[in-house]
């Protein structure tokens, strides 16, 4: 709460810009930006890629201590580590795409299909089990059940990881959704790596030690501003291709609607991507070319029910 009041005028700035840099990411896979300064969008664009975002931290950093993360670093702690961190894809996918990875691709053989399936249950369950206990805070006492999940934890990661990168190559969609969810993880690795650096006492230099110490200051700031930023564009590359167009727009995404945009001279059956007060963006559903049209010249757009087509996609 302290941080809310603290900095309540920077939160809707912060959620303004990374709104604006989602959403016109997303309008230009159809080949088209928005750069109208006043759109309450962006905020709610913004939202949603913050919220997704600390969604992936807090998750992929259950159980870790953050004061020492390389104490999470040991193999009895990555290995149940990691299998928590590869799991979070699979719910997301679920959930966004509206199914399970029931075929990992057209021509695959059914031993494939059946550990795809496997692959999925066993991530939920992990999922699951890892949400229970947070939730229910069931201590620190070592039973016989809780010995075994750790015993099946630490045995599945490694053929969990095999099987989730086959998906992956197999999979395109579930392949966005893997990178944009475990990007996280490589934060939390770094951290270790810098934390190992202080507590032996290293200073890291950028530059050559014959020069002053506070160009490689500015150095390092330049490098690391360039180094976040690239990360961060990164993230939301593979967020605005695959994450955002699957959110509803309400909760701060921009999943297609299908309409029927009315005008005096005739009716267009579309799936609606951006409305402003100037322009209707569209892709028609006869032809499948994304085209626009005048606010002004629309008399009603009624919303309907149908799911859009398989067959539209965005440029790559």
Known sequence: MDIIEKHWIKIPAILYVV???????????FGSYEFQLVQAKYILSGFGAVVFSVIC????????????????????KALPWSLRVISLPYVIYAILYGKELFEVGRDAKD?????????????????????????????????????????????????????????????????????ATTYFFFGYVAIAMSQNDKGLGIELRCTDPDIKERYDKLY?????IVGVFFVLWT?????????????PVALGGAKLEFVSIKTKEKVYDSYLIQETKDWIMYIDKSSGQVEKIKTSLIEKIVFKDEMPNQSLKQKE
């Open 235 to 247: 993230i939301a590359s593979y967020y605005t291709k695959y994450i955002y167009p699957k959110i």
């Open 19 to 29: 709104g604006f840099i989602v959403h016109n990411s997303y309008l230009s896979s």
């Open 220 to 224: 390092q700031a330049a490098f690391s």
């Open 111 to 179: 031993s494939l299909i059946l550990i795809g399936v496997l692959a999925s249950l066993i991530a939920h369950a992990v999922f699951a089990c890892t949400i229970l206990d947070i939730t229910l805070m069931p201590g620190d006492n070592e039973s016989r059940l809780k010995k075994t999940l750790s015993f099946l934890s630490r045995a599945l990661s490694i053929p969990m990881l095999i099987v989730t990168l086959v998906i992956a190559w197999n999979i395109p969609e579930f392949s966005g959704v893997l990178k």
């Open 57 to 76: 931290i807090v998750y992929t950093g259950i159980k870790v201590n953050l004061s020492n993360v390389s104490k999470s670093l040991t193999i009895d």
